[in-house]
């Protein structure tokens, strides 16, 4: 990583062991006192206000103790079976949607909170982003529908993107569960829609209004009966209404299998509410991150570095991480102001990230859900293009969030180098395709594809792995099938990835072919072709990534016609490499020629 520099710092305490590079969610091992007091990290906003300011971040508050309310094996077992049943509501919404990006690309999640929207489960295979969006969206819900005006079979519904996940092609659903009389909790989801009219998925988008259809919080569905009308409007405004209103049931489907899954829970552990059984999780889950804090030196560790941009104008992102005994702060001040185009990030998608990066170098661990956050603040300057105002557009905001993990691991990596990656060829890759299929009809697909993971101190980067998103890659007979599209060839990019002791992860090149008589409208989203992915502690950095049109390179960031015949070719960029090149074992070195991962004489 570029060198960046930082405060002095006396350090209290070193980690003892290396932690792993993805923010697991796996059942807590041991019980703790409940937390009734904690302010929650993630700010609420105002209802009349789009925007979050720094200044209504609430303070990381530390916990006062409190007797546990359930037997460590009890609780144990309570948060297994919550587990068990949002992936059963995973399982139903992926075998039931319509698009790729939820069916292939698992571009979705659900989560359990309680009645106040706390979160408490979520699958482990959730997008990262959307374990911190998702209770925040259940907040929203709350301001505008209380909850004793909350009735069965209401579905709430929006795509704010300030109030859901960023950008508006993200559709957010919650449902109030009632157990005798009373709102218990809430199932939710969000799901990508393939399509949400105006310009979605451009880079070129101006503000939410280019961007697509909005919709605001209200009631899809009013005691059990949906919104007719709603759904024609939706149907008038998408370009692919079979998939986007067949995605939408889909994420209702799995808000149903939650609750029929817990009120047999309820009614079998004889719960009156799951208050009591989140204070316990969020408690532990609480004291497992403050202990992961603890064990870094008290200090502050900046650190800034450039992405792509929009044509010549790189962003800076700036972070200062402030470590003080349990409790962390992280500030954004001197980011980059808010683009004219759709790059920014709004608050709740810095603040999912920032949380997700801190969760991988800290305590991966620990369970995602609101405990896990009370010791964390995050500052981001309104009016920056980490917390954007309204009608700015954030269609694209991976472009800038996406870098966000990164970020953490810049700044945390001075101080504890062994528990962090190299850069990573992220953002992901992808390409909006819009146009006629073979047989004439309109299609409108996103497909995914990945660049190298950087290596860390243990072992080589992942070659074409999404992070910090964990979208799947898109296989090419489905990619065949949902688009006139011809894959010509998909191969692994030798001496893509950095030169290490531990190499950074392969990009890879893509090439396709427009089969269709009619030219296609092709939208991407790609960064690491003009900032490469640093290596670390000697690593070199990785290969950038280009984007071909018939030959000839192309702005990854405006939209493209492909003609009939024409073909495209994407070459994702390496991850950074770990350790200095002379380092390298020698077998490792003679595996990656064999397997031609490197040229012959390479020391990578």
Same mark, same amino acid.
């Given at each position: 990583?570029?060198?960046a520099?930082?405060?002095?710092a006396?350090p209290?305490k070193t980690?003892?062991?290396?932690?792993?590079?993805?923010?697991?969610q796996?059942a807590?091992?041991?019980?703790?006192?409940?937390?009734?007091?904690?302010?929650?990290?993630?700010?609420?906003k105002?209802?009349?206000?789009r925007?979050?300011?720094?200044?209504?971040?609430?303070p990381?508050?530390?916990?006062?103790?409190?007797?546990?309310?359930?037997?460590?094996?009890?609780?144990?077992?309570?948060w297994?079976?919550?587990i068990?049943?949002?992936?059963?509501a995973?399982a139903a919404?992926?075998?039931t949607?319509?698009?790729?990006?939820?069916?292939e690309?698992?571009?979705?999640?659900?989560?359990i909170?309680?009645?106040?929207?706390?979160?408490?489960?979520?699958p482990p295979g959730?997008?990262?982003?959307f374990?911190?969006?998702?209770?925040?969206t259940v907040k929203?819900?709350?301001?505008?529908? *209380?909850v004793?005006?909350l009735? *069965?079979?209401d579905?709430?519904?929006?795509?704010d993107?300030?109030?859901g996940?960023g950008?508006l092609?993200?559709v957010?659903?919650?449902?109030p569960?009632f157990?005798?009389?009373?709102?218990?909790?809430f199932?939710a989801?969000?799901a990508h829609?393939?399509?949400?009219?105006g310009?979605t998925g451009?880079?070129e988008?101006?503000d939410?209004?280019?961007?697509?259809?909005?919709?605001?919080?209200?009631?899809?569905?009013?005691g059990?009966?949906?919104?007719?009308?709603?759904?024609k409007?939706?149907?008038?405004?998408v370009?692919?209404a079979?998939e986007?209103?067949?995605?939408?049931?889909?994420?209702?489907?799995?808000?149903e299998?939650?609750e029929?899954?817990l009120?047999?829970l309820?009614?079998q552990?004889?719960?009156?509410?799951?208050?009591e059984?989140?204070d316990?999780?969020?408690?532990?889950?609480?004291?497992a991150?403050r202990t992961?804090i603890?064990?870094?030196?008290?200090?502050?560790?900046?650190?800034?570095?450039?992405t792509?941009g929009?044509?010549?104008?790189?962003?800076?992102?700036?972070?200062a991480i402030?470590?003080?005994?349990?409790?962390?702060e992280?500030?954004?001040?001197?980011?980059?102001p808010?683009?004219h185009n759709?790059?920014?990030?709004?608050?709740?998608y810095?603040y999912?990230?920032?949380?997700y990066?801190l969760?991988?170098?800290?305590s991966?661990e620990v369970?995602n859900?609101?405990?896990?956050?009370? *010791?964390?603040r995050v500052k981001?300057?309104?009016?920056?293009?980490?917390n954007h105002?309204f009608?700015?557009?954030g269609?694209?905001?991976?472009m800038i969030?996406?870098y966000?993990?990164?970020?953490v691991?810049?700044?945390?990596?001075?101080?504890?180098p062994q528990?962090?990656?190299?850069?990573?060829?992220?953002p992901?890759?992808?390409v909006l395709m819009?146009?006629?299929?073979m047989?004439g009809? *309109?299609?409108?697909?996103?497909?995914?594809?990945?660049?190298?993971?950087?290596?860390?101190h243990?072992?080589?980067?992942?070659?074409t792995?999404a992070?910090?998103?964990?979208?799947?890659?898109?296989?090419?007979?489905?990619?065949?099938?949902?688009?006139p599209?011809r894959?010509v060839?998909?191969q692994l990019?030798?001496?893509?990835?950095?030169?290490g002791?531990?190499?950074g992860g392969?990009?890879q090149?893509?090439?396709?072919?427009?089969?269709?008589?009619?030219p296609?409208?092709?939208?991407?989203?790609?960064e690491?072709t003009?900032?490469?992915a640093?290596?670390?502690?000697?690593?070199k950095?990785?290969?950038?990534?280009?984007?071909?049109?018939?030959g000839?390179?192309v702005?990854p960031?405006?939209?493209h016609i492909l003609?009939?015949?024409?073909?495209i070719l994407?070459?994702t960029?390496?991850?950074?490499?770990?350790?200095?090149?002379d380092?390298r074992?020698?077998?490792?070195?003679?595996?990656?020629?064999r397997?031609?991962?490197t040229?012959?004489?390479?020391?990578?």
């Amino acid at each position: 990583m570029p060198a960046a520099r930082k405060t002095a710092a006396t350090p209290r305490k070193t980690s003892k062991t290396a932690r792993s590079s993805s923010a697991r969610q796996t059942a807590p091992k041991k019980l703790v006192a409940r937390n009734p007091d904690a302010k929650k990290a993630m700010p609420r906003k105002a209802s009349s206000s789009r925007t979050v300011s720094k200044k209504n971040a609430a303070p990381a508050k530390a916990s006062r103790a409190a007797a546990p309310r359930f037997d460590a094996v009890t609780l144990q077992v309570l948060w297994t079976r919550l587990i068990t049943i949002v992936n059963e509501a995973a399982a139903a919404l992926a075998r039931t949607s319509f698009s790729t990006l939820v069916r292939e690309a698992y571009d979705f999640s659900c989560i359990i909170t309680d009645d106040k929207g706390q979160g408490l489960a979520q699958p482990p295979g959730s997008i990262p982003a959307f374990i911190g969006t998702l209770p925040a969206t259940v907040k929203h819900f709350l301001d505008v529908f *209380p909850v004793e005006t909350l009735r *069965p079979g209401d579905i709430l519904i929006t795509n704010d993107p300030w109030k859901g996940t960023g950008h508006l092609a993200d559709v957010s659903v919650a449902k109030p569960i009632f157990h005798k009389g009373k709102v218990v909790a809430f199932a939710a989801s969000v799901a990508h829609a393939p399509d949400m009219g105006g310009r979605t998925g451009s880079t070129e988008s101006r503000d939410v209004y280019e961007e697509g259809f909005q919709i605001p919080a209200m009631r899809f569905c009013a005691g059990g009966k949906p919104d007719q009308t709603f759904l024609k409007i939706l149907e008038a405004n998408v370009r692919s209404a079979d998939e986007v209103v067949g995605d939408l049931w889909a994420q209702v489907s799995a808000l149903e299998v939650i609750e029929k899954r817990l009120l047999p829970l309820m009614r079998q552990y004889k719960l009156e509410s799951l208050r009591e059984v989140a204070d316990d999780i969020h408690a532990r889950s609480e004291k497992a991150m403050r202990t992961a804090i603890r064990a870094v030196p008290d200090g502050t560790y900046p650190y800034e570095f450039q992405t792509d941009g929009l044509l010549d104008t790189p962003v800076t992102i700036r972070i200062a991480i402030t470590v003080k005994g349990d409790e962390l702060e992280v500030d954004y001040e001197g980011t980059s102001p808010q683009a004219h185009n759709a790059l920014n990030s709004a608050y709740c998608y810095t603040y999912a990230y920032t949380m997700y990066g801190l969760k991988c170098v800290l305590s991966p661990e620990v369970p995602n859900n609101e405990g896990a956050f009370r *010791p964390v603040r995050v500052k981001a300057p309104v009016g920056s293009i980490v917390n954007h105002q309204f009608p700015n557009s954030g269609c694209s905001r991976v472009m800038i969030g996406h870098y966000l993990p990164f970020a953490v691991l810049g700044a945390l990596g001075q101080v504890i180098p062994q528990q962090v990656m190299a850069g990573p060829g992220s953002p992901i890759w992808s390409v909006l395709m819009r146009g006629k299929d073979m047989a004439g009809r *309109p299609f409108s697909n996103k497909i995914f594809f990945n660049g190298g993971v950087g290596a860390n101190h243990r072992a080589d980067g992942l070659s074409t792995m999404a992070w910090p998103s964990n979208v799947s890659l898109t296989p090419a007979e489905v990619l065949e099938q949902l688009t006139p599209c011809r894959v010509v060839s998909k191969q692994l990019r030798p001496d893509s990835g950095g030169a290490g002791q531990f190499r950074g992860g392969l990009g890879q090149d893509i090439l396709l072919e427009n089969r269709s008589a009619h030219p296609m409208v092709l939208a991407f989203l790609a960064e690491r072709t003009k900032q490469p992915a640093p290596g670390l502690a000697g690593g070199k950095d990785g290969e950038l990534g280009s984007l071909l049109i018939d030959g000839e390179p192309v702005d990854p960031k405006r939209q493209h016609i492909l003609q009939p015949g024409g073909r495209i070719l994407m070459r994702t960029p390496g991850g950074g490499g770990y350790g200095s090149p002379d380092r390298r074992a020698a077998d490792a070195i003679a595996r990656d020629r064999r397997l031609a991962f490197t040229a012959a004489g390479a020391k990578r």
